[in-house]
């Protein structure tokens, strides 16, 4: 099976987190462009929709689903989004879209979050997948200079602005055996918006599509 039908496995199978009357977060990527097919499809009478990036919101309106701003809602119920890597603890990288600020703040203010993903994405610790680091343009070398004294090596992702109009800086090196007090680290630099490292909201759910089925773990 190829990658694709095995992340279009996961984000079906996230369709048994939504009930009717719920308010959805929903991510940003190729998985959850499969979930928001689904849903499509299902036809769920949810409240509505609360979308983490602006291609996401596109989708689900070109589909008919009903979009919801953030600042409208409270929690959310539950939020599905993918993954760039994914730990035994349920801890992630996320911003391989380059959505992870908002992916974070909708994470951040749902109950349940149900990552999907293929099982490529399953990994014993994080730290191949390089960082995103979402970055105010105006700090973007100072930002740079300091995650090289965190052991990073930053590059500035080519031809790229995020829907909150900064730009995004893709860190390898730096060493996420405590990837809490990383995240914390690195937020902590002024200019940073956020970065890719979900640990202080981790995923409360992982589906992976593999080619014996999907597997759930929570
Ligand atoms: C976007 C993300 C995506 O969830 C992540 O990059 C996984 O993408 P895909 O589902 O296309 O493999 O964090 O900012």
Request: proline share 5%; glycine share 10%; net charge neutral.
């Amino acid at each position: 099976m190829d990658t694709d039908a095995l992340k279009r496995m996961a984000a079906e199978a996230a369709l048994d987190y939504i009930q009717p009357g719920m308010v959805v977060g929903v991510g940003t990527g190729s998985t959850s462009n499969h979930f928001i097919d689904a849903l499509g499809r299902a036809k769920i009478s949810v409240e509505g929709y609360v979308p983490s990036s602006i291609g996401t919101a596109e989708r689900l309106k070109s589909l008919g689903l009903r979009v919801l701003d953030l600042n409208d809602t409270g929690d959310i119920p539950v939020y599905v989004d993918g993954a760039d890597e994914i730990d035994p603890h349920f801890r992630l990288i996320k911003g391989g879209g380059g959505a992870l600020t908002r992916e974070k703040i909708v994470a951040s203010a749902a109950r349940r979050f149900v990552c999907i993903a293929d099982h490529s994405k399953d990994h014993a610790k994080l730290g191949s997948f390089p960082l995103p680091v979402e970055v105010l343009p105006f700090a973007r070398s100072f930002v740079a200079r300091q995650l090289v004294k965190l052991g990073g090596n930053p590059s500035l992702r080519n031809s790229f602005t995020s829907d909150n109009g900064n730009v995004i800086l893709d860190v390898v090196g730096l060493d996420l055996s405590d990837p809490v007090a990383m995240e914390s680290k690195i937020n902590s630099i002024p200019g940073v918006l956020d970065n890719g490292i979900f640990a202080l909201r981790r995923a409360d759910v992982v589906l992976l599509g593999s080619p014996e089925g999907v597997i759930r773990r929570s």
